[in-house]
């Protein structure tokens, strides 16, 4: 299960997930995601509550990084544990988006 909040502010959309982002749950967080990108100059995804990712999951996220470096804007992932970080750093994701 995920938890998605949006919120909207000045350009940037904030984009909190909370629990498991796999097979089940991507697609609809893609659906947000994209949603969310039309509208801003910038898309902060806060990772604090998440607990796994995918390799759905890291689909997802590299879609919205290229969406989002076309039109000129920017991904930032906010919060990111250890464990999260891990998969990251392991899939070369590490290297290709911008973690704070």
Do not use: C, W
């Not at 969406?67 to 992932?77: E, R, W």
């Amino acid at each position: 299960m995920l938890n998605v909040v949006n919120t909207f502010e000045n350009g940037t959309a904030r984009v909190d997930l909370e629990g498991r982002l796999d097979t089940v749950t991507a697609p609809e967080l893609e659906k947000q995601l994209k949603d969310a990108m039309d509208d801003a100059a910038e898309l902060v995804l806060g990772m604090e509550k998440l607990d796994y990712i995918s390799s759905a999951g890291l689909r997802v996220l590299l879609s919205a990084h290229k969406i989002m470096a076309g039109k000129g804007g920017a991904l930032k992932l906010t919060g990111v544990s250890d464990i999260i970080m891990d998969i990251f750093d392991t899939t070369g994701f590490s290297e290709i988006l911008n973690i704070e």
